[in-house]
């Protein structure tokens, strides 16, 4: 069983910055992709950036350019530094991690962007 805890989630005005971690613990494969996600109320989660164990990176388009993913894989610990931040980035924010056919979700962090 693998467990998933975020972090860093919070209130901040638009133009700010937050930083997101989540820690994986328990049976990890070393072979994995970790990322985050997001759901808006009304709206479908969708992908936000994910990066593999041997570094490829996958953003959304909507993120390019003002977040930035990154892991420690000694650490099992993905980051997501999220700069420039804008109201329509407010969401629950869940950490992935996927790994052959099994996948696992935390629990979310709630992120806010005020205008």
């Known amino acids: 069983q693998v467990m998933l805890v975020e972090s860093g989630g919070g209130l901040v005005q638009a133009g700010g910055s937050l930083r997101l971690s989540c820690v994986a613990s328990g049976s990890i494969f070393r072979f994995n992709t970790m990322g985050w996600y997001r759901q808006a109320p009304g709206k479908q989660r969708e992908l936000v950036a994910t990066?593999?164990?041997?570094?490829?990176?996958n953003y959304a388009d909507s993120v390019k350019g003002r977040f930035t993913i990154s892991r420690d894989n000694a650490k099992n610990t993905v980051y997501l530094q999220m700069n420039s931040l804008k109201p329509e980035d407010t969401a629950v924010y869940y950490c992935?991690?996927?790994?052959?056919?099994?996948?696992?979700w935390g629990q979310g962090t709630q992120v806010t962007v005020s205008s």
């Open positions: 990066k593999g164990s041997a570094g490829s990176t």
């Open positions: 992935n991690l996927r790994s052959g056919a099994a996948e696992y």
